[in-house]
C-alpha cells in the first residue's frame, strides 16, 4: 500500500503545484486538507482543483466556529497584537490548522504530513513545532522549503503541468486570509519605500472613496468577549464577518509596517484587519475602565508575551496555558458597551459604559458634586516625594550638564 500525507491544501500557488512535487518526488498519495476559517473563495471548487491537481482524496472541514472561540477570542482578551501593529490572523490560523492536519492524518492512516511553507517566513515554524506537540511520529513534509524554485518558476511549472492558479507573472501577490484578518506579500510590496497599490486591498476601501458621514456602532462584551453589535446579539463568526464588511466600508483595518520574522528577517508586511482594529480598540477602551491601573500596566506585559507566543508557533507550549489562565482571570469584570466612530480610515472609541466601571463621576468631576476630598493631598504629596527630597538634600540632584539642568545628548563618540 503505498504511503499517505495529508497536506494543508489552500488552492494557492504553492499548495497547487506542491500536490503534483510531491507525488514525483516521494512517489506518495497526496490526500488534501482545506479547512475554512472564513477565506473568501468556493470551498467545492477548491475541493475540485485538488482533485484534477492529482489528490487521490480532498477533504475539507468547517473550522470558523472553532477558530473564533479557541483562537480568536482568547488572543483579543489577551490584546495580543505583533509589534504593535499585527492582530495575528494567519498566526492564529496556523495551530488550529496543524491540529486537524494531525487528526486527518490519524484518520487516514497517513504517515506524514505536509504544508506550504517556505523556509524563510514564519509559518513552517508554527506548522514543524505545533506538529511536533501533537504528533512527534508523523514525518513532516514542505516541498516549499525543498524544491529551491522561485516564484516565477514555481508559476511556470503550474503552468507546464496545466495546474489552475491565480497567481500570474503580472500578478504575483502571495496572499492568506481567514476571518480574523487577510495578508498580502511578494511583488511592488517587498520595496518597503513603494506605497501599496491599491490592487492589493479587498476587504478595504480607499479612504478618499468612503462615506463622508461617519457611522457609529455599539459594541457589547462579556466577560472581554464581544457579544452584541448594536444591541443584536450574534455569535463570533457573523458578528466578526458585519464588522469586516461595515468597518471595512470605511477603510479601517490597513496596515503597512516592517516587521522582525522569527527566522530573523525584517519584512515589509501589509494587511487588512477591519474587525480586529475595532475589535481590538474596543476590548482596550472597556479594560482601562473596568480594570484598575496595576492589572493594565501588567496584563500589557502579558499582551506582549502572548502575541509573542502566537507568532512564534508556541501555541501548544505549557507557557500558553500560563498565560491564558491569567487572561481568563483579567476579564471577569471587563462587561459593558463600548460605541465606535468610524470614520475615513480610522475607527475612534467615542463612549464607553460598563456595570462595573472604576470610573467615578463623583471623584472625577471639578463640578458641583466633587466628592474627592482635596485636603488630603498635601500629606499624600509629602509621602510620595519623601524619598527624592530626602535624596536631594542629601546627594543633590545630580551633575546634569545640559543648559537646563537635566542631561542632554552626547556629542559625538
Known sequence: MTDRVVLAYSGGLDTSVAIRWIGERYGMDVITLTVDLGAEGDMASIQRRALDTGAVKALVVDARELFVKYFVFPALMANAVYEGHYPLATALARPLIA???????????????????????????????????????LKIIAPAREWGMTREEEIAYAKLHSIPVAATSRSPYSTDENLWGRSIECGVLEDPWEEPPEEVYAWTRSPRDTPDEPSYIEIGFERGIPKSLDGRELDGVSLIEELN????????????????????????????????????????????????????RFKERVASEYADLIYNGLWFASLHQDLA?????????????????????????????????????????????????????????????????????????????????????????
Open 325 to 413: 489562565s491569567y487572561v481568563q482571570s483579567s476579564q471577569r469584570h471587563v462587561n459593558g458597551t463600548v460605541r465606535v466612530k468610524l470614520f475615513k480610515g480610522t475607527a475612534s472609541v467615542v463612549g464607553r459604559k460598563s456595570p462595573q466601571s472604576l470610573y467615578s463621576y463623583s471623584l472625577a468631576t471639578y463640578d458641583k458634586g466633587d466628592e474627592f476630598d482635596q485636603s488630603a493631598s498635601p500629606g499624600f504629596i509629602h509621602i510620595w516625594g519623601l524619598p527624592v527630597k530626602t535624596q536631594a538634600q542629601i546627594q543633590g540632584v545630580g551633575q546634569p550638564d545640559g543648559p537646563l539642568g537635566i542631561v542632554g545628548p552626547r556629542e559625538g563618540g
Open 245 to 296: 464588511e461595515l468597518a471595512g466600508g470605511h477603510g479601517v483595518g490597513r496596515i503597512d509596517h516592517i516587521e522582525n520574522r522569527l527566522v530573523g528577517i525584517k519584512s515589509r508586511e501589509v494587511y487588512e484587519a477591519p474587525a480586529a482594529t475595532v475589535l481590538l480598540g474596543a476590548h482596550q477602551a472597556l479594560e482601562n475602565m473596568t480594570l484598575s491601573k496595576y492589572q493594565l
Open 99 to 137: 491540529k486537524l492536519l494531525v487528526d486527518a492524518a490519524n484518520d487516514e492512516g497517513a504517515t506524514a504530513v505536509a504544508h506550504g511553507c517556505t523556509g524563510k517566513g514564519n509559518d513552517q515554524v508554527r506548522f514543524d513545532v505545533s506538529i511536533w506537540a501533537l504528533s512527534p511520529h
